[in-house]
């Protein structure tokens, strides 16, 4: 299966390698490094979830050996078979990876991208609230998320937040939810009880599966800052923000996240990536013809997709003019039934 000792040993190698300042200036070099640190991530991961089922097939071996009490040893039976199919499976993973060729094609990973629009810092808490909305989301669908960059407001929430889904069908399930997303409610600060309606628009970006998009070293101006907080105060000391100008394009990609400029130069990376994909599709669209264009269910910037109504408690998606109430619940993360109706009225 390979040693894993070994593979520990060319990680943590990788990592001094990776934390080298100069490397900056070798970005193709830097990219290979990177994804090959991805990799090892994950075979260290599922060795690290193998070892644990490992350890819960033993303890539910030394139940059986005591035989003290039936109801236990019946139910240390049930546990052994279950977690010896999840060790099997585990081990064909781990092999897999590991021989560099297990990882099965898997749907879009993507990136979402929350600004706050109308509304001052009313839109930028309801960023916050949707950034939580997914978040929660996410959790209940196994799947990992990474905040890629972030700029928080001096009063809650954020003025605009960058983060990546990924490690399930994550684009078949957001693929909807770009556009403007609408809020009407009640503020805290609010003594007359008014109701104000704020904004704030949703980007979902895929991310380019591997030679889909090639970013030349000689494209991209670096340069790195000290990362700061709301307000404009500085939060770290050492030169850890990193920002990236694509050529080319004029696009301009930052991160500072990261207590690290190894980890916010990925970040930038993968943000850079997935807008430069973005850039090439609606190149593609613009040239084919209207009628086409028209047939194409992919929600733009500038779309009112969605209402919050926090007074009515309702929610109401404008493109299947359709409404479901519990907006408490919708906050906290309970979108399948959004996403479900979504799926069935536009894919």
């Known amino acids: 299966m390979g040693d894993i000792t070994e593979i520990r040993k060319e990680y943590k190698n990788l990592l001094e390698q990776l934390s080298n300042p100069e490397l900056i200036s070798n970005w193709e070099k830097f990219e290979e490094l990177t994804k090959r640190k991805g990799l090892l991530e994950k075979i260290i991961e599922k060795e690290k979830e193998l070892q644990e089922i490992k350890d819960e097939v033993e303890e539910s071996k030394s ?15 049930t546990e052994i078979l279950e977690l010896s199919e999840k060790e099997k499976s585990l081990e064909k993973e781990l092999e897999g990876l590991i021989k560099g060729g297990g990882e099965k094609e898997k749907p879009h990973s993507v990136i979402i991208e929350i600004r706050a629009g109308a509304g001052g810092k009313e839109a930028a808490l309801f960023v916050g609230d949707l950034f939580r909305m997914y ?3 996410a959790q209940s669908q196994d799947w990992r998320q990474k905040v890629l960059n972030s700029h928080p407001a001096e009063l809650g929430g954020f003025k605009e937040i960058i983060f990546e889904l990924k490690d399930g069908d994550v684009f078949s399930k957001i693929k909807y939810e770009g556009g403007v997303h ?5 503020p805290e600060t ?13 980007a979902v970006l895929p991310k380019p599966k591997k030679a889909v998009i090639k970013i030349k070293p000689e494209d ?3 340069d790195t800052y000290r990362a700061s907080g709301p307000g404009g105060q500085y939060v770290n000391r050492r030169e850890t923000a990193v920002r990236i100008t694509h050529l080319p394009t004029g696009l301009v990609v930052t991160s500072q996240t ?14 850079l990536e997935a807008k430069l994909l973005e850039k090439k599709e609606e190149e593609e669209t613009s040239k084919i013809g209207q009628k086409r264009r028209s047939q194409i269910k992919r929600a733009r910037r500038a779309d009112k997709i969605r209402t919050y109504n926090f007074p009515q408690d309702r929610v109401t998606d404008h493109r299947i003019k359709k409404s479901w109430h519990n907006i ?9 039934p959004i996403i479900e109706a979504l799926q069935k009225s536009l894919d």
């Open 63 to 77: 139940i059986l050996s005591a035989r003290d009490d039936q109801e236990l040893v019946a139910l240390a039976e």
């Open 135 to 137: 978040s929660k989301y």
């Open 258 to 271: 990261e207590r690290n400029q190894l980890q916010n130069k990925e970040n930038v990376l993968a943000i």
């Open 190 to 202: 609010e003594k007359s009880g008014r109701i104000h309606t704020s904004t704030s628009s949703v």
């Open 220 to 222: 991209l101006k670096i």
């Open 182 to 186: 609408r809020v009407q409610r009640i």
């Open 328 to 336: 408490e619940g919708i906050m906290a993360g309970r979108l399948d």
